[in-house]
């Protein structure tokens, strides 16, 4: 049964999401973002996290995203209220997916098992090469000549697309479909600020693997 921790700000239930939840079949767990998040999802060992963004803690809540990211390369959910999606400080970057409210529950649930399913996707024990690099699909590991990378779910989820497919380029277009989703609520510079953050991790000690192919997008070079 996947296991959902749901974080919400002081004095914004998220019961009903909850209970709806509950009902599909997921293990649920509420929160509040004034708690120790960190130790919240130590502790649970969540398999997704939603944050309800509702109201003047909006911004601290989104910020959450990249918090637990930088720690466990986990799928993060929002529930996002129309007051606040246009607030100073919503950072929406390393959020995985969102549903605006009231938002529909069968679409919530798709949206969720959606992230599941990519997220747990790999079967036991495969790794990916690609020169140095090394993506462990069964720990969501990435190493370079041994040495651990730190990614978010998305900088995974690209590297892991582009790794899987090595030398083929990828529109930005095409790159949105397979990552984001095709119903994704954004633009094509999602990818090049994507791809930017991910060469900054991963381009060391004279690497290059992620190259771009001028005018169509983007392609991963193992031949170095």
Same mark, same amino acid.
């Given at each position: 049964?996947?296991?959902?921790?749901?974080? /919400?700000?002081? &004095?914004?239930?998220?019961?009903?999401?909850?209970?709806?939840?509950?009902?599909?079949?997921?293990?649920?767990?509420?929160?509040?973002?004034?708690?120790?998040?960190?130790?919240?999802?130590?502790?649970?060992?969540?398999? !997704?996290?939603?944050?309800?963004?509702?109201?003047?803690?909006?911004?601290?809540?989104?910020? !959450?995203?990249?918090?637990?990211?930088?720690?466990?390369?986990?799928?993060?959910?929002?529930?996002?209220?129309?007051?606040?999606?246009?607030?100073?400080?919503?950072?929406?970057?390393?959020?995985?997916?969102?549903?605006?409210?009231?938002?529909?529950?069968?679409?919530?649930?798709?949206?969720?098992?959606?992230?599941?399913?990519?997220?747990?996707?790999?079967?036991?024990?495969?790794?990916?090469?690609?020169?140095?690099?090394?993506?462990? !699909?069964?720990?969501?590991?990435?190493?370079?000549?041994?040495?651990?990378?730190?990614?978010?779910?998305?900088?995974?989820?690209?590297?892991?697309?582009?790794?899987?497919?090595?030398?083929?380029?990828?529109?930005?277009?095409?790159?949105?479909?397979?990552?984001?989703?095709?119903?994704?609520? &954004?633009?094509?510079?999602?990818?090049?600020?994507?791809?930017?953050?991910?060469?900054?991790?991963?381009?060391?000690?004279?690497? /290059?693997?992620?190259? /771009?192919?001028?005018?169509?997008?983007?392609?991963?070079?193992?031949?170095?």
């Amino acid at each position: 049964m996947p296991r959902i921790l749901i974080i /919400t700000d002081e &004095g914004h239930s998220l019961n009903g999401v909850y209970s709806g939840l509950t009902q599909s079949g997921f293990y649920c767990s509420l929160a509040s973002a004034q708690d120790d998040v960190m130790k919240q999802v130590s502790e649970q060992s969540p398999d !997704l996290v939603m944050l309800g963004i509702r109201g003047k803690r909006g911004p601290e809540l989104a910020g !959450l995203s990249q918090k637990i990211k930088s720690k466990r390369q986990l799928p993060v959910m929002a529930l996002i209220n129309r007051r606040v999606i246009d607030r100073p400080g919503i950072d929406l970057e390393a959020i995985d997916d969102f549903v605006m409210e009231p938002g529909d529950a069968s679409e919530l649930v798709l949206r969720i098992e959606r992230l599941l399913k990519k997220a747990g996707s790999a079967e036991s024990g495969e790794v990916i090469r690609c020169g140095d690099l090394a993506i462990d !699909l069964d720990k969501y590991e990435v190493s370079i000549s041994g040495r651990r990378i730190e990614l978010t779910f998305k900088e995974y989820e690209l590297l892991r697309f582009l790794a899987s497919h090595p030398g083929r380029v990828y529109t930005r277009d095409a790159l949105l479909n397979q990552v984001w989703g095709y119903d994704y609520f &954004g633009g094509d510079r999602t990818v090049d600020v994507h791809v930017r953050r991910l060469r900054s991790k991963i381009e060391v000690l004279g690497h /290059t693997f992620v190259e /771009t192919v001028r005018n169509i997008g983007y392609r991963l070079n193992c031949n170095q």
